[in-house]
């Protein structure tokens, strides 16, 4: 009966205590790993318990045999970890954990200077809008560069009075457009609008009504391409989609 009040009295402790102190006493196990160490002792015990019972029909000198179930494997595995962790110093707990952050920012930086690399080989889009007064006469730019470097395409639309934000949406419409219809099937795409990236990106909501069905245009063409990436971009480095926002003003393209 001691047995099986220890296995529930430690399921319940893994169940439900937060276990502050035992945390504090070893700091490379959070709260669920823990958890599950308890849960584990508590198998162990009700499996040994189970082990000590004499065989049906056996009396009192009876013997059962048993395979090590999966679940005894575990505890055991566990409580190996638990007791490896408990003779580690704290100092070279602290030296695996420094390892281990090193290591993953190595890992970070590796996939990083991959994925520059690799948006370097693409054809880019540079878009931007403009409203002067904001709301006041507007205009739309964008602009395609392929993996050479090399201008393919300057699209460029007047708007009429409208706000910067939409303009900024329209610029980036009619660039998913014309590299659809270039035949584009991975694209960059870069744009000085933070808001807008970040509500394609889903970080921002959109709030506003008028942008809504904007947004939900911009983010069906996105859909189409096989491989796309929507990043910001200081505005000095989009001076090419500014200029085409900014003519198309100026001339009422």
Known sequence: MAKAVLAELLRFIAANEELPRTRARYPGYDRDALGRLLAAAADRVEEAEKAREPAPGAGSKGIKVRKVSDVEKAAQRAAAELDEAMDLSKAERDRRKKERAEREAAERAAADAAAAAEAARCTRLFTDGAARGNPGPAGAGAVIVNADGHIVAKIGKFLGDSTNNVAEYMGLILGLKRAKAMGIKELEVLS??????????????????????????????????DRIQVRHVPREENTLADAMSNRAIDERL
């Not at 990106?201 to 942008?211: E, I, P, Q, R």
């Open 192 to 225: 000085d609008s933070e808001l807008m990236v970040k509500q394609l990106a889903g970080d921002y909501a959109v709030k506003a009504d008028h942008l809504r069905p904007l947004h939900d245009e911009a983010r069906a063409l996105i859909a189409g391409f």
